[in-house]
């Protein structure tokens, strides 16, 4: 359970409603909302990292 | 558009490669259905990986990304790149579960894992002829989408001829190796998929004098491009949550994804795949949403959007990599394709016709056949009961999440429980497909899967306690 708490942290930090309706400013190529994105999404990965290697208990431990 | 010599060399080394996989795989393979069906259950991190990806990722991914932005703005990058990437979450909370239970017991099929929990052999073929209603009307339409990519480049060449063609590779592929096969083939194509994206990007940029200077010319061409809710307010925040809700319990369920955590060579397998599904969506999938709106500031106008990404590359990049770009997608559906028929073939061999490799392989020429037969017939995919199908298949399938995951994790659950939640979830796909009923501005699957988990949860108590259920519900 208590690793459902940051994954939903990063679900709810992807419906950004404060970024609606803006588009600048720019950074490099594309507006600053969209990279918030990338990082969610590489956050995700980053979270998963930490899950497998802490929380994901395998078969045979 | 048009193909020369050299779009000829590159398509027949490209399926020569693949027969040659195929060829190596079958060497390897024994007609033993735990090797033929699952390869063996021996499937490494990086091959995992790479057919978990390479499958998931269609030609909607790589050709339909781009046309999807070009209509409604780089809002397409958010709902796809974030609930692909929360989806992986999957791969531990079912892919685990079912990766355990299917070695276990030995099962090959979705259906077996559900009805086995119940006892239950109604539940079983309930669940595969679900997985596979909407399975196969897709298969059908990748093999018109193939005659299509074929056509761009050689406009000589007959839709119908094009789409056999790669419709008999395909399964003579899957025939060769099975599951063995498919999963290299698509190790091959995805690598193919990434190179050839990344070389479009890169030359495309480049002849437009750098991304920035490209994101400029788009967004002074139409600046709603760049912000939510997009040109045509499509992407409104309720559409952008109903997008998250429905890649994550979506996906999982496609017949070609849930087979293969069976396929997984341990629990590592899974958790590296889990890590670099992200890592890949976070750039892959950005690349033809930003080809997409760059084709605005570069004047390209077409009437159908999913050609706008090759139209871009034919216009900013050298032939050799617009001949990358069109194998690329032709790996992108060849990959989504083969698993399809694989995956379908599987579950209506061993869950009606019992675990024979034999007859599996008569079920894949069939449902070979029938796609062929589509194409040749000139279907309408957008009419009938058919193309019904077609625009439900995720609503479809995503219904079948809550009895999956009661299954593996609710012990109070219950086969009728499950039948409900299946058959409830399902007529309200069908009832919003015909009738205009209000969904709040959310898509209507999102209503489909809450009233399949409140059926589930509802009806099981019901029949689990008996009257003390229904005490539970008035009371």
């Known amino acids: 359970m208590r690793w459902g708490i940051p994954f939903l942290i990063l679900v709810i930090l992807s419906i950004d409603l404060w970024n609606w309706k803006k588009a600048k400013p720019f950074f490099l190529a594309m507006p600053y909302w969209m990279w918030y994105v990338v990082s969610i999404v590489l956050l995700t990965a980053a979270f998963y990292a930490v899950f497998a290697k802490y929380g994901w208990r395998e078969e045979n431990d | 558009m048009g193909g020369g010599k050299r779009m000829i060399e590159f398509l027949v080394a490209y399926f020569a490669i693949l027969m040659l996989i195929a060829v190596i795989a079958r060497r390897k393979t024994i007609d033993d259905p735990e090797d033929y069906f699952l390869a063996n259950r021996k ?23 781009a046309g999807k932005a070009y209509t409604d703005g780089v809002g397409q990058y958010g709902v796809m790149a974030l609930g692909t990437s929360f989806m992986a979450i999957m791969f531990y909370i079912l892919g685990r579960k079912i990766w355990r239970i299917g070695k276990e017991k030995g099962y090959i099929t979705p259906g077996e894992l559900i009805g086995g929990r119940y006892n239950s052999k109604g539940l079983q073929l309930l669940f595969t002829t679900i997985m596979s209603i909407f399975t196969i009307p897709y298969l059908a339409i990748q093999a018109i989408g193939a005659g299509y990519i074929l056509q761009m480049i050689f406009p000589d ?80 925040p309720q559409i952008w949550l109903s997008f998250l809700i429905l890649w994550i319990f979506c996906d999982p369920m496609f017949p070609q994804i849930f087979t293969r955590f069976y396929t997984a060579k341990s629990e590592k397998s899974l958790k590296t795949a889990m ?46 990599v617009f001949s990358l770009v069109i194998i690329g997608a032709l790996a992108a559906l060849m990959s989504t394709a083969d698993s399809q028929l694989l995956a379908v073939s599987t579950l209506l061999t061993c869950d009606f016709l019992g675990k024979k490799v034999g007859r599996s392989k008569i079920i894949t020429v069939m449902l ?7 194409v040749i017939f000139g279907y309408n995919p957008k009419a009938g009961i058919m193309g019904t199908l077609v625009k439900t298949t995720f609503s479809g399938l995503v219904v079948l999440f809550p009895a999956t995951f009661a299954t593996l994790y609710w ?55 008996g009257k003390k259920g229904w005490r539970l519900l008035w009371t």
């Open chain 2, 368 to 374: 070979t056949i029938f796609a062929v037969a589509f």
């Open chain 2, 43 to 65: 499937f490494a991190s990086p091959i995992l990986f790479f057919t978990l990806a390479a499958t998931n990722f269609s030609a909607f991914t790589f050709l339909g990304f």
């Open chain 2, 411 to 465: 012990w109070k659950a219950t086969k009728w429980g499950c039948i409900f939640s299946i058959i409830g979830g399902e007529a309200t796909v069908f009832i919003y497909a015909f009738y205009n009923l209000p969904s709040f501005g959310f898509l209507p699957s999102i209503i489909a899967l809450a009233i399949s988990f409140i059926l589930l949860f509802f009806v099981s108590l019901i029949e689990g306690e």
């Open chain 2, 157 to 236: 060449i007959d839709v119908k001829l094009g789409a056999i063609v790669v419709m008999i590779i395909i399964c003579l592929y899957v025939l060769f190796g099975g599951m063995r096969a498919t999963g290299w083939t698509d190790v091959f194509q995805g690598i193919i998929m990434i190179v050839a994206m990344i070389a479009a990007f890169a030359f495309i940029a480049n002849s437009l004098g750098g991304t920035s200077r490209a994101t400029l010319l788009a967004y002074e061409s139409n600046p709603s491009l760049f912000s939510r809710p997009g040109p045509n307010n499509f992407f409104t």
């Open chain 2, 275 to 320: 890590i670099l599904y992200p890592v890949l969506i976070s750039f892959f999938f950005l690349l033809p949403v930003l080809i997409g709106v760059w084709a605005h500031g570069a004047g390209i106008e077409t009437a159908n959007p999913d050609n706008v990404l090759l139209l871009m590359v034919e216009k900013y990049t050298p032939p050799a």
